[in-house]
C-alpha cells in the first residue's frame, strides 16, 4: 500500500523574512493532522516534537540586527547591546556591519562597533568606525576562522559594543546601522 502525503500551511508570508519564519517555527508548536480522506472520525492530530524542528534549524543562518542612536542610554564612553544569546554550542562565523546613518552629536569626536562576547568585545568582529559618512562600500565583514574561539559554552551572549570619544553614548543624536550575524547551534 502507497501513502500519500500532503503539506499544507496556512501562514500569512508575504513580506515575511526568512529569520522571521525561524522565529516563528521556534515559538509554536506544529500539529501534524494524519488525514486519511476517508472519515473525520478517523483522521488524527499528532503534536511534533519542536526540538526535532529547531534541530533541522541548526544550520548557519544570518540574523539581523538594527541600532540606532536611540538605543545607546548610558551615560558613559562605551555602551554594550545584547543582540542574542546562543545556544548550548554555538558557532559565529560570521559578522557584517553597515550604518546607514553616521552616529554624531554631543560633541562626539569617533564612535565604533565591535561584536564580540562579555570576555572579549571584539571576538567577531573588531572596531568598525560609524562615525564616517555611510557609503556603498563602507561596511565591515570579518569571517570567523578560529574555531576555538568561535564555540561557545551555553548561553553566551553575543553583542555589540560602542566605543564614543569625546561625548557619552547617550549624548549622540544621529546613527543607524544594522549587525547581520552569520551563525548556527549545533544540536
Not at 559554552?153 to 555589540?160: A, F, K, L, T, Y
Amino acid at each position: 500500500m502507497t501513502q500519500r502525503f500532503s503539506r499544507a500551511a496556512d501562514l500569512p508570508l508575504a513580506n515575511v523574512t526568512r529569520q522571521d519564519f525561524y522565529d516563528l517555527v521556534e515559538q509554536i508548536k506544529p500539529l501534524l493532522a494524519l488525514l486519511d480522506g476517508s472519515d473525520a472520525a478517523t483522521d488524527q492530530t499528532l503534536e511534533v516534537n519542536s526540538d526535532l524542528i529547531r534541530a533541522a534549524l541548526k544550520v548557519p543562518r544570518w540574523k539581523k540586527f538594527s541600532i540606532s542612536h536611540d538605543d545607546l542610554t548610558v551615560a558613559a564612553n562605551n555602551e554594550t547591546e545584547v543582540l542574542f544569546e546562543l545556544g548550548t554550542t554555538g558557532y559565529v562565523h560570521a559578522v557584517y556591519m553597515k550604518h546607514s546613518e553616521a552616529f554624531t552629536g554631543g560633541g562626539a569626536t569617533l564612535v565604533t562597533a565591535s561584536v564580540g562576547d562579555a570576555g572579549d568585545p571584539s571576538l567577531y568582529a573588531g572596531a568598525f568606525n560609524v562615525f564616517q559618512s555611510p557609503a556603498a562600500a563602507v561596511n565591515q565583514y570579518n569571517t570567523i576562522t578560529d574555531s576555538n574561539a568561535a564555540i561557545n559554552v551555553p548561553g553566551i551572549s553575543v553583542q555589540v559594543q560602542f566605543q564614543s570619544t569625546g561625548a557619552y553614548c547617550n549624548a549622540l543624536t544621529t546613527g543607524e546601522m544594522d549587525v547581520w550575524v552569520l551563525y548556527s547551534e549545533m544540536p
